[in-house]
């Protein structure tokens, strides 16, 4: 069984399709070297694409990297699944490994956003395969209540890779050169020698026995229905913020978008058992459910794996590196949660519970989440993201299990890429839609953390203190928020002050004038009566100010300026000036937040906390609305769970039922016949 050898040269099933521990655990090594491959490059990649954009002069354009990426890796997944289920499982997870690690190599060399968001697109076409065949190759050679023993091992790489990705994505984005080459490079060349490994270790161990051939009828037409739905459904969703949802381009999307679904439904009816997405798979109940459910937990799961980094960055100030070491908690969760139901369910062969205690559980961890505040400590965090991996680690296994479970061999492939394609729609829909909401309404809740007393009287106390002004490290939030701010409050103060001092010396004058022609005052005295009548003026116009505004300084020739450096003036200050300064926080936030500004936070980063507490405090709240809607959505998903029909998994794998079959109708053939000897 440990090579093609054993498969029959008719190419029929082999005759003893059951492997042993160690032929399983070979295999898996393989499979886990490939699913390592794509796991690993998306958190090394995300902790270097603000360095990457930097370095290509054009951050603003990242949206399209990642979208060019999700995209054909989300398209591509359906269609590795049935062309599996044609030739076979292992020539196209070598042709996915080879397809990315080429990728990699091409988008080392980028020289442009654009060239890189093409060469991202042809690691996609790699990685739509990495992730759905280990789980169908599993599907293939284990049976279902066995197969959930085996989890844990994929979920390892998950978690490893989530550990070491920001760890190894932070050395390289900060590296000027390694070994001659630009230290970013390296995020994209780290996947050649990994590939090759992992191509290695697939090619020795990987060898699963053949099966006939059912069909060599390629869904052509269904695979480009697929392209022309999801490409500007995604791209809507991925750039609707930018474009607006109601604008010419974003309709034409949905338009679109909308004719290649129909045009989908229509082909795969007419292609029947050879359609990318066999809608007779829609026949069983378990798999509808599973698939609605998967959609639903796939939104909440991708919105938390976006804005939990986020959060841990922004708010509590974490560097990439560090975050990623913080989501620990979620990852422990996972891997605890799926390991143990997965020994739960390999010994009883039921899993109804798993998914209603796995979304309870998520729904928890959401609902955690919403009493989020910015002064909260990373402990309060990390038991939300505990709850969330334990609910993920009893939900990702069971629902492949479940449609793996409603089908047979000759749909295995296409069932398990189904079930994760559909999972991928829901997490980009997720991470658009809970994306889109965060930086829609953060704007409005910045502007109301500004409203607030407390926080607006300390950041504005902070914004005029000229050694906090003065610091280095607050030298990008005081360009970006407050210095505008501060510095026309201050050209204003100063102006109506020498104003004043202006307006009392004209009076001194005046006053003179009228009493030269009155003849009190000779003619020949008038110059110097107004000279000294404009001193006596502005002198005691000048002690007035400086105590009706104490942080004011005046100069012998009615030259003023404030000085902020005592305290207890430039409190007193602050709160005479409170309600100008509001109105004038008011127009200037809702610019500095709402015109896109604040798609680049590293002004954040080492700000005096009272100069950052507004936009934390903004950023916190929007947060918590995002959590809102997940709970909402996780929550339908836990009440659909209570209607989960889970029939008792079966006891033998697939290769096992079929070589049973095969068994079974060369006995009938042998009977009919009459041959001497039994086969």
Aim: charged share 15%; aromatic share 8%; glycine share 10%.
């Amino acid at each position: 069984m440990s090579n093609d050898a054993h498969a029959p040269r008719t190419g029929s099933v082999s005759a003893d399709p059951v492997m042993t521990h160690r032929q399983i655990l070979f295999v898996i090594f393989g499979l886990m070297a490939g699913m390592f491959l794509s796991a690993l490059d998306q958190t090394i990649v995300g902790t270097a694409i603000r360095t990457i954009g930097d370095d290509l002069h054009g951050l603003s354009e990242q949206a399209w990297v990642t979208t060019a990426y999700l995209i054909v890796s989300t398209i591509s997944t359906p269609i590795y699944g049935k062309l599996s289920d044609i030739f076979g499982r292992r020539p196209l997870f070598i042709f996915a490994i080879v397809v990315f690690v080429i990728g990699s190599v091409l988008a080392s060399f980028s020289t442009s956003m654009g060239q890189l968001a093409v060469f991202r697109a042809v690691q996609g076409l790699g990685a739509g395969g990495l992730m759905s065949m280990p789980l169908a190759i599993m599907g293939d050679m284990l049976a279902p209540r066995e197969r959930a023993k085996y989890q844990g091992y994929f979920l390892a790489v998950f978690g490893i890779s989530s550990l070491i990705g920001p760890l190894v994505g932070g050395l390289f984005a900060g590296a000027d050169q390694i070994l001659g080459i630009a230290g970013w490079r390296w995020v994209f060349l780290i996947n050649v020698p990994i590939g090759i490994a992992a191509l290695g270790i697939v090619l020795k161990f990987l060898h699963l026995p053949r099966h006939a051939r059912h069909s060599v009828r390629i869904d052509w037409w269904g695979a480009t229905a697929v392209v022309v739905a999801l490409v500007p459904l995604l791209l809507v969703a991925e750039q609707g913020r930018e474009w607006g949802w109601d604008s010419p381009i974003s309709i034409a999307c949905y338009v679109i978008g909308a004719i290649g679904v129909l045009a989908f439904v229509l082909i795969e009816s007419r292609m029947k058992d050879d359609a990318l997405i066999p809608l007779k798979l829609f026949h069983s109940q378990t798999f509808s459910m599973a698939t609605v459910i998967g959609v639903l937990v796939g939104f909440g799961m991708f919105g938390a794996m976006m804005t939990i980094p986020l959060y841990l960055q922004i708010v509590l100030g974490a560097t990439p590196t560090e975050s990623g070491l913080q989501m620990l908690p979620m990852i422990l969760g996972m891997m605890i949660a799926s390991i143990g139901s997965g020994q739960l369910i390999a010994r009883t062969g039921r899993y109804r519970v798993f998914p209603i205690l796995g979304t309870a559980l998520l729904a928890g961890g959401f609902l955690w989440l919403t009493f989020l505040q910015a002064d909260r400590s990373y402990w309060f965090m990390a038991g939300a993201m505990l709850l969330i991996g334990a609910g993920l680690g009893q939900l990702m296994q069971t629902l492949t299990i479940a449609s793996q479970n409603s089908v047979g061999l000759r749909d295995m492939g296409v069932a398990t890429s189904s079930s994760t394609f559909f999972r991928q729609i829901g997490g980009t829909l997720g991470t658009a839609v809970l994306l889109s909401l965060l930086f829609t309404v953060m704007p409005q809740q910045i502007q109301t953390s500004f409203a607030d007393d407390e926080t607006l009287t300390a950041a504005l106390d902070a914004a005029l203190d000229p050694e906090v002004a003065a610091d280095p490290a607050n030298a990008a939030i005081m360009q970006q928020i407050y210095t505008p701010i501060t510095s026309k409050l201050v050209e204003a103060t100063t102006a109506q002050l020498e104003q004043g001092l202006q307006q009392a010396g004209d009076a001194a004058v005046a006053a003179i004038d009228q009493k030269v022609a009155a003849g009190e005052i000779p003619a020949s005295m008038q110059a110097a009566a107004e000279a000294q009548a404009v001193a006596q003026a502005q002198a005691a116009a000048a002690e007035q100010i400086e105590q009706q505004v104490p942080v004011a300084r005046v100069a012998d020739d009615g030259t003023v300026t404030l000085d902020f450096s005592d305290a207890s003036e430039r409190a007193a200050f602050v709160e005479s000036v409170e309600p100008e300064l509001r109105e004038q926080l008011d127009s200037a936030g809702g610019s500095a937040t709402g015109d896109g500004t604040l798609d680049d936070t590293s002004f954040l980063t080492g700000a005096d906390r009272r100069l950052a507490e507004p936009i934390l405090v903004g950023f916190n709240d929007s947060v918590v609305l995002v959590y809102w809607v997940a709970f909402a959505v996780v929550l339908l998903a836990f009440v659909l769970t209570l209607f989960f029909k889970t029939p008792p998994l079966r006891a033998k794998s697939a290769l096992q039922e079929a070589a049973d079959a095969e068994a079974l109708a060369a006995r009938r053939a042998a009977a009919e016949t009459g041959a001497l000897v039994e086969p």
